[in-house]
C-alpha cells in the first residue's frame, strides 16, 4: 500500500500550478471593470500652490559653499610626507 506522502515532485507541482491558476483568477474576477454607475476618482486639485522659501534656500546654499571653500582651504598636517 502506498503511503499518503509518497507524491512524485511532478504531482506537486501541478497541483501547486493548479491552485496559482485558481487564486488568480478568482482575483482578477473581482477586478472586473467599472460599470458607469460609480465614476472613477480624480486627485484633488489644489486650492493655491505653496511658495518655496527662496531666501531661506539661498542662504543655505551660501552656508555650504562657505563650508565647502573652508575645508578646502585648510592646510593639511601631513604636506611633507607627499
Given at each position: 500500500m502506498k503511503n499518503f506522502l509518497d507524491v512524485s515532485g511532478?504531482?506537486?507541482?501541478?497541483?501547486?500550478?493548479?491552485?496559482?491558476?485558481?487564486f488568480w483568477s478568482g482575483v482578477a474576477w473581482a477586478q472586473q471593470q467599472n460599470t458607469?454607475?460609480?465614476?472613477?476618482?480624480?486627485?484633488?486639485?489644489?486650492s493655491k500652490p505653496d511658495d518655496p522659501p527662496a531666501v531661506l534656500s539661498f542662504l543655505?546654499?551660501?552656508?555650504?559653499?562657505?563650508?565647502?571653500?573652508?575645508v578646502n582651504a585648510l592646510a593639511t598636517?601631513?604636506?611633507?610626507q607627499d
Open positions: 511532478a504531482a506537486i507541482g501541478r497541483a501547486a500550478g493548479l491552485v496559482t491558476v485558481l458607469g454607475e460609480i465614476p472613477p476618482p480624480s486627485p484633488p486639485t489644489p543655505l546654499m551660501l552656508l555650504l559653499a562657505a563650508g565647502v571653500i573652508l598636517k601631513r604636506s611633507h
